[in-house]
Each structure stands twice: as structure tokens, then as C-alpha cells.
């Protein structure tokens, strides 16, 4: 691993990806500049702990994903303590697809796909499923990151982007939807596209 993180090409590349990801969830340059310096500082700190159940580049991420999470949940505090609040009737929306935290309904989920398992596991799927993610409009991919990626609550989502329950759960169904048929076209019903 410290080879890896010796390498510059390796560490440049990253970062970038990094920074992109950081920039998108805080629309802030300078915050997201601090959390990607926080993260790779993290991951030197701590490299003896890192156990090699998961890709370095993946536990990297998870480390910033962490990082994000609590620069959010910062502005989601400092928001609070206002009397404005931006979503005070988060959670009331009655949609028919997803429960109140956002997931599937047991009789809406999608079908199994079959061999998930191993398929999910490869680096190609990964790849097609960052070209669909990457593809979706920028609000839904956005709010689709908050809510899957970096575990923030719909009503932590809600003040953060001051939307309404209604406008979340209408991204977040729309997101959803478009990533079932990006990954369906391209992953599991079709052929694996090399160009993505």
C-alpha cells in the first residue's frame, strides 16, 4: 500500500478524482479542498490499518466520504441552530416506489439480476456503473450521492440544498430509475461496453 501512496502518478490520479467528487457534494473549492487534504493525510497516517479487504482507492474514498459527511452535517448544525428551516415538513411525502428512508418498497423492488454477486465484484461493473452515475442530471446525481454514498438523511439533505421532501423524493425516483436503466442497457441485460 505505501508503494501505492508513494506513487505519484497513482496519488495524482486520485486526488483528482478525489477533488471532482469532493467539489460535487459541497460546491464549495475551498472545503473541498480541505476534505481531499484530510482524507490523504488520513490515509498516510493511518496506512498500517488498512487491512486489504477492500481496493486502496476504494478505502481512500471511504475515508473522504467520511470526511464530507461531517462537513455536511457541520452546515446541516450551523443551519439548525437558524430559525429558518428550509424543510420542516421532510418525511411526510407519500411516494409510491420508495419509503420514507428512500428505498424500495418491498412489491416495487426491481427484479433480481442474475449473478449480482460476482458481477458486482469486478472492476467493470464499477466502471459502467461511474459512466451511469456520471451521465445522470447534475441535481439527481447530486442528491443520489448525499443520500446513497455518503448516508445523509433525507432532512439533512433537504436543509443542505434547502429543497422540499416532495423535490428529493422526485430526484432521488427520477435518479434511481435512470441508473436501473443505464446499468440494465448497459451491464446486465447488454453487452459491457469498452468504450464507457
Given amino acids: 500500500?505505501?508503494?501505492?501512496?508513494?506513487?505519484?502518478?497513482?496519488?495524482?490520479?486520485?486526488?483528482?478524482?478525489?477533488?471532482?467528487?469532493?467539489?460535487?457534494q459541497l460546491s464549495h473549492e475551498q472545503e473541498a479542498e480541505d476534505a481531499v487534504q484530510e482524507a490523504l493525510a488520513g490515509a498516510l497516517r493511518n496506512a498500517e490499518r488498512f487491512a486489504h479487504r477492500a481496493a486502496l482507492r476504494t478505502w481512500i474514498f471511504t475515508i473522504l466520504r467520511?470526511?464530507?459527511s461531517d462537513t455536511l452535517r457541520k452546515r446541516y448544525r450551523n443551519l439548525e441552530s437558524e430559525t429558518y428551516d428550509a424543510c420542516n415538513e421532510c418525511g411526510d411525502a407519500d411516494d409510491?416506489?420508495?419509503d420514507q428512508r428512500g428505498h424500495w418498497h418491498a412489491e416495487r423492488?426491481?427484479?433480481?439480476?442474475?449473478g449480482t454477486d460476482q458481477r458486482a465484484l469486478s472492476e467493470d461493473f464499477w466502471r459502467v456503473f461511474d459512466h451511469c452515475l456520471n451521465h445522470l442530471p447534475a441535481d439527481q446525481g447530486r442528491v443520489f450521492m448525499m443520500r446513497e454514498m455518503l448516508e445523509l438523511s433525507s432532512q439533512e439533505i433537504c436543509h443542505n440544498l434547502a429543497l422540499s421532501t416532495s423535490n428529493l423524493h422526485v430526484l432521488l425516483h427520477r435518479a434511481r430509475l435512470k441508473l436501473r436503466d443505464c446499468l440494465s442497457s448497459n451491464w446486465f441485460e447488454g453487452e459491457h461496453h469498452a468504450e464507457l
Fill in 66 to 68: 467520511n470526511k464530507i
Fill in 96 to 98: 409510491s416506489w420508495f
Fill in 109 to 114: 423492488k426491481p427484479s433480481a439480476w442474475q
Fill in 1 to 24: 500500500m505505501m508503494d501505492s501512496l508513494n506513487d505519484q502518478q497513482f496519488v495524482e490520479q486520485v486526488r483528482a478524482q478525489m477533488l471532482s467528487f469532493a467539489r460535487s
